[in-house]
């Protein structure tokens, strides 16, 4: 079952070649997902197109993002050996992946515990391992704070201050922000109470889901 062939090997090398032809120039992203088995995050139904530019359903409602837009996400992070990053929505594991493969120290937090179980099972078994926490991803997790960057996976409709209170002064926050549509949206930290907002292209991502007895 967690076979990684050199043809699997071969189409990686040509998916991060697509992503560096559409814009993604960060060498350090691109032998990331050079080096990633995505195949091993989907469902066995989808295994033979793991390596297009393409979403696929990971069950409980949710999915695994192109691999363009966790690219994007990822270089939007600027992420630097060694620095804490707070994820929200683990989902596939996929993503967490990625950024442990950049050596990131990652903490990550997922809504679902059908997916939450199951990635905590699967990332060690393919020599993944990092801290995985199930809760609310608008909460944050408080505990480990202040984060050099955090990252959302989800859609969400503003920019929870729970998660702004958390990130380090000179961090950086990256969060698909809009409801049926998102725009994919930088935070960069300069002051205690003082940020810089860049905003990116549009993107279509599943919804960030909130405790519903947790309406802010």
Do not use: C
């Not at 905590?120 to 997790?141: E, H």
């Amino acid at each position: 079952m967690l076979n990684d062939t050199y043809r699997h090997k071969g189409l990686r090398k040509q998916l991060a070649k697509l992503l560096k032809e559409k814009g993604i120039e960060s060498a350090e992203v691109l032998k990331a997902i050079e080096t990633v088995p995505r195949h091993l995050f989907l469902n066995s139904s989808f295994i033979e197109r793991a390596y297009e530019d393409i979403a696929f359903p990971i069950g409980a409602g949710q999915t695994i993002s192109r691999p363009h837009t966790v690219a994007f996400q990822t270089e939007l992070l600027e992420l630097k050996r060694g620095e804490k990053v707070l994820e929200i929505g683990t989902g596939s594991g996929y993503q967490t992946s990625i950024l442990l493969e950049m050596g990131a120290k990652v903490f990550t937090i997922e809504r679902q515990k059908e997916l939450f179980d199951k990635t905590k099972a699967f990332l060690p078994s393919i020599g993944y391992s990092t801290k995985f926490f199930y809760g609310d991803g608008y909460k944050g997790v408080p505990v480990f704070a202040p984060y050099d960057k955090i990252i959302i996976t989800a859609g969400a409709p503003t920019i929870p201050d729970a998660l702004l209170a958390q990130l380090k002064i000179g961090g950086r926050l990256v969060i698909p922000v809009g409801d049926k549509v998102q725009t994919m949206t930088l935070i960069e930290k300069i002051g205690a109470k003082q940020f810089e907002k860049t905003e990116f292209g549009e993107f279509k991502f599943v919804p960030l889901l909130e405790d519903k007895a947790w309406k802010g």
